[in-house]
C-alpha cells in the first residue's frame, strides 16, 4: 500500500467527504424504484410505467438540465459573498424561465406538437404522461434551490446535512406512495409523480433552512475572492456545463423514442424506468465522487488519495453489480421489490447483465468531469458530451431502420454505454495535461517531505 505523507490528504479524509454524498444519491435514487414498485402494484401498471419512465420523467430532466451543474458551479466557486449572491441571481431568474417552458410543455397544445410528436409514444400513455408532466411543474425551480445550497454546504465541510436532506427527501416520497397505494383508486402516475415532487420540495425546504447559519456566519464575512467573480467569468465558466447536460439528457428520451419504434415496445418502456432507477443507484457513487474531486483537487497532497480512492470505487461497482446479476439478489429485486411480473422481470435481468460496465463508466466519466471543471476547463466537457451526444444520436436513429428481433431496451443500454464510454475517453484525453501538473505539484510535496526527514 501506497505510504500517506503528512502533506498529502489521506484516503480516510476523501472517504469522509464521499459518504455522505454517497448516502444521499443513494437514497435520491430509490426515489424511482421505489416509485416503480408502487406503479407496478397499482391498476394498468405497464402503462403507468411506461408513461412515467418514457416521457414524464425524461422530459422533466431535459427542462431541469441547465441547473443541474449548479451544484458543480456552488461547490467550485461559493467562496465569498458576493459570488454567492451573483450565483444565486442565475438561480432564479434561469428557473423562472425553465419553470415556464415546463409550463408551456405540460398545459398547452405544445405537448402534442412537441412532446408527442418528436417521441411518438404508444398511444395509451399520451394522456397519463401529460397528467404526470403537469404534476412535476415544480420539479426545476425546487431542484434549482437546492442544488446551489448543497454546493455551498459541500465546500464549507456539511455535507452530512445534504445526506439528512436525502433522507428527509425519500420520507416524503414513501409518505406520498403509500398514501396513493393505500387508497388504491388513483392513478397511478399520479401516485408516482406526486411522490417523487412530494420529496424534492421538502428536501429543498429542509436545505435551505440548514443552509441560513452557513451563509450567516461563515460566508458573509469570508475574506473576498481574487479576482471577483464578476457575471461574465460565470457565464464563461457556467454555459459549457449547462450545455453538457442538455445534451446529455437529450439522448434520454431519444432513448424513449427509439424504444417505442423497435420490438417489444410496451414491455422495453414499462422495464426502462425499473432497470435504470436500479442503475442509477449504481452509479450514483460516480455522481457523489465529482464533487469530493471538485473540492480537493485543487489542495495540495491530494492526487494520490483521489486516484487511489478513484480505483477502489470502479472495484466496487463492477464487483457489486456482478453478485447482483449472478446471484438471487437480481430476481429479489425486480420480482419482490419492483413487482414486475415474469416477462418483464426477465427482460429487466438480462438487461443488468449488458449493464455491467455501466458503473464504471460513469465513475470515470464524473471523475474527468471533475477535473476539467476544478481546472477551469469547462469547455473541454461540452466538446466531450457533443461526442456522446452525437454519437449516442447517430447510434440510436440507426438502430430504428434495423429490422432485427432485439428489443429496443437492450439496443438502447448498449448505445449509451458506448457513448458514456466515448464522452469519458475525450475527457481523459483533454485532462491530462492538468493532471500531469497536479500530480507533479502532489511529487513535490513527497521530495520535501523526504528532504526534511533526511535532515533531521
Do not use: C
Request: glycine share 6%; aromatic share 12%.
Amino acid at each position: 500500500m501506497q505510504k500517506s505523507y503528512p502533506n498529502e490528504v489521506p484516503v480516510a479524509t476523501v472517504f469522509s467527504m464521499w459518504w455522505p454524498l454517497a448516502a444521499s444519491w443513494l437514497m435520491m435514487g430509490t426515489a424511482v424504484p421505489m416509485i416503480s414498485a408502487v406503479l407496478a402494484r397499482l391498476a394498468e401498471p405497464k402503462i403507468s410505467l411506461a408513461a412515467f419512465g418514457g416521457i414524464v420523467f425524461p422530459i422533466s430532466l431535459i427542462i431541469e438540465a441547465p441547473i443541474i451543474m449548479l451544484l458543480s458551479a456552488s461547490t467550485a466557486l461559493s467562496k465569498d459573498w458576493p459570488s454567492y449572491q451573483l450565483i444565486r441571481r442565475f438561480m432564479m431568474g434561469i428557473s423562472f424561465v425553465l419553470t415556464f417552458t415546463h409550463f408551456l410543455l405540460a398545459f398547452t397544445p405544445l405537448y402534442y406538437t412537441v412532446v408527442v410528436g418528436i417521441m411518438d409514444p404508444p398511444a395509451v400513455i399520451i394522456e397519463p404522461a401529460r397528467i404526470g408532466l403537469m404534476i412535476m411543474l415544480p420539479w426545476t425551480w425546487t431542484v434549482a434551490y437546492r442544488r446551489l445550497n448543497q454546493g455551498v454546504l459541500i465546500r464549507n465541510g456539511r455535507s452530512k446535512a445534504i445526506s439528512v436532506g436525502a433522507i428527509i427527501r425519500i420520507s416524503a416520497n414513501a409518505s406520498v406512495l403509500a398514501i396513493g397505494w393505500a387508497i388504491g383508486t388513483i392513478p397511478g402516475i399520479v401516485v408516482g409523480a406526486s411522490g417523487l415532487i412530494a420529496g424534492v420540495i421538502a428536501d429543498a425546504v429542509y436545505t435551505g433552512v440548514v443552509v441560513q447559519p452557513v451563509l450567516r456566519n461563515t460566508l458573509r464575512p469570508a475574506a473576498l475572492v481574487s479576482p471577483v467573480l464578476t457575471w461574465p467569468a460565470f457565464l464563461n465558466f457556467y454555459w459549457p456545463l449547462a450545455l453538457t447536460s442538455l445534451l446529455n439528457l437529450i439522448v434520454t428520451p431519444l432513448g424513449s423514442a427509439t424504444i417505442s419504434r423497435m420490438p417489444d415496445a410496451l414491455n422495453s418502456l414499462a422495464v426502462w424506468p425499473v432497470l435504470t432507477g436500479f442503475l442509477f443507484m449504481w452509479r450514483s457513487i460516480g455522481f457523489a465522487y465529482s464533487e469530493v474531486v471538485v473540492a480537493n483537487l485543487d489542495e495540495p497532497g491530494s492526487f494520490f488519495a483521489l486516484r487511489r480512492f478513484t480505483l477502489y470505487l470502479m472495484a466496487f461497482a463492477v464487483l457489486g453489480l456482478t453478485f447482483v446479476a449472478v446471484t438471487p439478489v437480481s430476481d429479489f429485486w425486480f420480482v419482490t421489490v419492483s413487482g414486475l411480473g415474469a416477462e418483464l422481470a426477465t427482460l429487466a435481468s438480462v438487461g443488468l447483465w449488458v449493464t455491467l460496465l455501466w458503473p464504471v463508466i460513469s465513475i470515470l466519466r464524473n471523475t474527468f468531469q471533475a477535473v476539467l471543471v476544478s481546472g477551469r476547463k469547462t469547455r473541454a466537457v461540452t466538446e466531450a458530451v457533443v461526442i456522446f451526444f452525437l454519437l449516442s444520436g447517430v447510434l440510436l436513429v440507426l438502430s430504428t431502420n434495423l429490422n432485427g428481433r432485439l428489443p429496443g431496451l437492450f439496443v438502447a443500454l448498449i448505445v449509451f454505454q458506448i457513448g458514456y464510454g466515448s464522452q469519458a475517453l475525450w475527457m481523459w484525453l483533454r485532462s491530462r495535461t492538468y493532471l500531469k501538473a497536479v500530480k507533479a505539484r502532489d511529487i513535490v510535496l513527497r521530495e520535501q517531505f523526504v528532504q526534511e526527514v533526511a535532515n533531521v
